[in-house]
């Protein structure tokens, strides 16, 4: 099965860190780009970051350029989100997604999402 | 930055009916435009990338059309799992700078 599942979640003050992880199976993840997106309470949604297969290209929104950092380990089928300096506008729900074909397409494949909640 | 208009906010319409609903490029995307369908609680799944070209499993009730800054999503025949939010998203720039419109609920009339 297809499949993409985040975890690392969770409460963190202003300022804190967090690295949210998620796991693929089910695709030759090496192969493919991968994105996060992130979606606060009642809104819509909002690119944050892709890195492409061999990790040579990474790209951020503006919006968290600086505070967050892509990787990847092709080795484990995983990809990792280090977000630093968090805010409370931050706070989201974050799903990871595969770009459907090279480096600029749709996303086919999405995890479930994991809650980032940035609050004193 | 491109932006993405989508219009009505929320549509709504009748099971069996035609929906359709509209996404505009503040500049011009060639065909460089997914849509994707979003249920309360759930992840976003993608219908449509290309600007017409549907999704592994999508049904052929969903259909995508128009190039340059307007497009359009057609479902021909809703059926009650369609209510939902249709998001649009350009995949335009290099290097890459996603950008989603704001959605468009579809909810029963």
């Known amino acids: 099965e297809v499949q993409l599942v985040e975890s690392g979640g969770g409460l963190v003050k202003p300022g804190g860190s967090l690295r949210l992880s998620c796991a693929a199976s089910g695709f030759t993840f090496s192969r493919d780009s991968m994105n996060w997106v992130r979606q606060a309470p009642g809104k819509g949604l909002e690119w944050v970051a892709s890195i492409s297969s061999s990790s040579r290209h990474l790209y951020y929104a503006d919006s968290v350029k600086g505070r967050f950092t892509l990787s990847r380990d092709n080795a484990q089928n995983s990809l990792f989100l280090q977000m630093n300096s968090l805010r409370v506008e931050d706070t989201a729900v974050y799903y990871c997604?595969?770009?459907?074909?090279?480096?600029?397409?749709?996303?086919?494949?999405w995890g479930h999402g994991t809650m980032v909640t940035v609050s004193s | 930055e491109i932006v993405l208009t989508q219009s009505p906010a929320t549509l709504s319409v009748s099971p069996g009916e035609r929906a359709t609903l509209s996404c505009r490029a503040s500049?011009?995307?060639?065909?460089?435009l997914a849509w994707y369908q979003q249920k309360p609680g759930q992840a976003p799944r993608l219908l449509i990338s290309g600007a017409s070209t549907r999704a592994t499993g999508i049904p052929a009730r969903f259909s995508g059309s128009g190039s340059g800054t307007e497009f359009t999503l057609t479902i021909s025949s809703l059926q009650s799992e369609d209510f939902a939010v249709y998001y649009c998203?350009?995949?335009?720039?290099?290097?890459?700078?996603?950008?989603f419109g704001q959605g468009t609920k579809l909810e029963i009339k």
């Open positions: 998203q350009q995949y335009h720039n290099w290097p890459p700078m996603y950008t």
């Open positions: 500049q011009s995307i060639s065909s460089s």
């Open positions: 997604a595969k770009t459907r074909d090279g480096y600029l397409d749709g996303f086919d494949i």
